[in-house]
């Protein structure tokens, strides 16, 4: 049988990128004999494609400067001469080019894979970032209860009801106002951060709180209670590990929203500056030579965020499926 | 019924005094009112008698208390940027957005009604597959590329239809102007609402296709079909008119975040609207247009919840008769 195979392969390209493959694994396999075959074949295969575009993504930001031919935003190394150049394979590009330069003659593949190196940077940090206050709003919420509880959730229902894109760019306007002094230069990468943060906490605070609300009421917390150990002990060792699993699957669909995020910011001129662009300010630049016929310089920045978001997107899904309990 | 309209009612309103009270903490808070008013040679004295003409010696609370009188009756204050009053410059820039997102939402719905249904009765049909696949890729696709895509398809290789820009507009009314009666502004519409409402129409599409899949496996379809109908009778007088409440709930409820997301739609088109506004409003600080902006958003979203509560509440007797019983 063919699927067998397909499984069989998948499991070791997840293993390099997916956190929890031993977890995701058997539920994956156990959905397999349950489903209709065809279909989870299909989907299985999607997402072995996904973790492979997935993994050589990362790859390319961890290692982009060794891959990279030139360091393009190295001022010195930047000829004027050499901009507007199109790929090597169309006529009148040069073979030191790849996929072309951009408007300042910096090298098109290089400028990539520094842009992904930075848009993917800012989203993990950024989701890193929302989950940590997400984790501890929720285990606060969840196990202090009474005033503070109602609170943090109505900070978090009144959020909800704003898309994410809405308030990133709130903070980020807000911000950049406490901060006249700095230069956009300096300040972007923080603000993009923090605004990508307190756009995407609301989840993880949710699903924690749940989980801690059931498990406050166990055993094994009544006795640490007895015993006398501080709240915040009792929080963070005993209550924390209990319920962060969930944390896992919004980690992986709340990257690809991230990177989504920050592009949008750069895209709409409020993040990254093109002295050190991420993709989207990539894009930004490309889009405005679009009309000269210059597909390159928006074409390739673009078709790496699409490869890279639809990519975590499906293996987001997949892990969600996978760890669901409801679905094995 | 009617505890349950005022409860809501209530809640509505206490959102809409928390969003007020973040407005407010911008506007005040977030750099100095008065030195956005004034030049450099401004004296002391004069700063000093600004303030007092403003209230900014009041307490907090009166100020905030001033402030959401003042927004209930549509005064934001003077825009920064522009030395105007900042409800005058949204007024001017409602009508472009309104009617981008009110077109792309029906776009939304009619093409993603159409497209789930088909997915759900031939599911396994190659062209099913493909709109699956489409709606996987435009999910995933920001919406700014899938502009940057369409613009560069339609506009500049083929040159069939006008990439930037809303067309001629004509006067209707004393402050509300159309781009739906010109050729022009036809032709304009088209690339921003297809942007704008792609997200939403497979978000719908994938609704459809779900309730649907879910309707024809219950005993009233089958009794249906006992009773010998015809398919079509059965999959849109039956199938489809059931699954059509959750779907016209989502698209109501989606509406809200397909005006905030015509920020992005509107700068891929330099299309005149409110989103433009307020995305010069970031860039150059201009806090009175950004907490104007904030508070109209959320009286639209808490406006629009609330109706389709109400709607609920009336169309569905199950509701009614637990909100009566509770």
Redesign the interface.
């Known amino acids: 049988m063919p699927f067998t195979t397909g499984e069989k392969a998948e499991s070791p390209a997840e293993a390099a990128s997916a956190p929890a493959p031993a977890e995701g694994a058997p539920g994956l396999v156990a959905r397999l004999k349950d489903n209709d075959l065809v279909a989870s074949f299909l989907a299985s295969k999607m997402t072995m494609v996904a973790a492979v575009v997935t993994v050589v993504l990362v790859a390319a930001a961890l290692f982009a400067p060794w891959i990279a031919p030139t360091d393009p935003f190295d001022p010195a190394k930047v000829d004027l001469l050499d901009s507007h150049l199109p790929p090597r394979w169309v006529e009148g590009g040069e073979a030191r080019f790849l996929l072309g330069t951009d408007d300042q003659g910096r090298d098109l593949f290089s400028a990539v894979l520094y842009g992904l190196r930075v848009s993917l940077l800012i989203g993990a940090l950024g989701v890193a970032f929302a989950a940590a206050i997400g984790i501890t709003l929720g285990l606060v919420a969840g196990y202090v209860g009474g005033r503070v509880d109602a609170v943090i959730m109505?900070?978090a229902?009144?959020q909800l009801?704003?898309?994410a894109?809405?308030i990133a760019?709130?903070v980020?306007?807000?911000v950049?106002?406490?901060l006249?002094g700095a230069s956009r230069e300096d300040t972007a990468f923080g603000v993009l951060v923090l605004s990508i943060g307190l756009s995407f906490w609301v989840q993880y605070a949710r699903t924690i709180r749940g989980s801690t609300l059931v498990e406050k009421n166990k055993d094994y917390i009544q006795a640490a209670r007895l015993v006398g150990l501080s709240p915040v002990l009792i929080m963070m060792r005993h209550v924390l590990p209990n319920v962060v699993g969930p944390v896992l699957v919004i980690l992986t669909i709340n990257l690809?929203l991230a990177v989504?995020t920050e592009?949008?910011l750069s895209?709409?001129?409020?993040g990254l500056p093109p002295t050190q662009p991420s993709l989207g300010t990539l894009?930004r630049i490309g889009?405005q030579f679009?009309?000269s016929?210059e597909?390159w310089i928006?074409a390739f920045p673009?078709v790496t965020?699409?490869g890279l978001?639809?990519a975590v997107?499906?293996l987001g899904d997949w892990l969600r499926d996978a760890l669901n309990p409801k679905l094995r | 019924m009617i505890a349950f309209i005022i409860r809501r009612l209530i809640q509505s309103i206490g959102v809409l005094l928390a969003v007020a009270l973040i407005a407010f903490t911008m506007f005040r808070f977030v750099g100095d009112p008065v030195n956005q008013m004034v030049g450099v040679e401004t004296s002391a004295a004069e700063r000093e008698q600004i303030r007092k003409s403003l209230g900014l010696d009041d307490p907090v609370v009166v100020q905030f208390g001033r402030y959401v009188a003042k927004a209930a009756s549509l005064d934001f204050g003077i825009s920064y940027q522009f030395r105007q009053p900042v409800t005058k410059l949204l007024a001017e820039r409602m009508p472009a957005t309104l009617e981008l997102a009110l077109v792309s939402s029906a776009f939304a719905l009619a093409v993603g009604i159409a497209m789930g249904v088909y997915t759900a009765l031939r599911r396994n049909g190659w062209l099913a597959q493909v709109f699956q696949a489409v709606s996987l890729v435009g999910v995933s696709l920001p919406t700014f590329l899938t502009g940057i895509l369409l613009i560069y398809v339609f506009s500049v290789l083929l040159g069939w239809l006008p990439s930037f820009g809303r067309g001629d507009v004509v006067a209707v009314g004393s402050w509300w102007t159309t781009g739906l009666l010109t050729w022009t502004g036809l032709r304009a519409l088209i690339l921003p609402a297809i942007t704008l409402g792609l997200f939403q129409m497979t978000l719908i599409m994938r609704l459809v296709r779900a309730e649907m899949l879910e309707v024809l496996r219950t005993d009233y379809i089958k009794f249906a079909r006992a009773r010998g109908l015809s398919q079509r009778a059965i999959h849109f007088g039956h199938a489809l008119k059931n699954t059509l409440v959750p779907v016209i709930t989502i698209a109501g409820l989606q509406l809200g975040s397909v005006i905030a997301f015509a920020i992005i739609t509107e700068t891929v088109f330099q299309w005149p609207g409110m989103g433009i506004l307020f995305l010069q409003a970031v860039q150059n600080v201009d806090i009175p247009i950004m907490a104007a902006y904030l508070l109209f958003i959320a009286f639209l979203f808490v406006v629009i919840n609330l109706v389709v509560d109400l709607l609920y509440a009336a169309v569905d007797p199950r509701l009614k008769s637990t909100v009566t019983a509770s």
């Open positions: 109505r900070i229902d009144v009801t704003f898309p894109i809405l760019l709130l980020d306007g807000v950049h106002a406490l006249k690809g989504i592009a949008t895209f709409l001129g409020v894009i889009q679009l009309f016929g597909w928006v673009g965020l699409a978001v639809l997107n499906l």
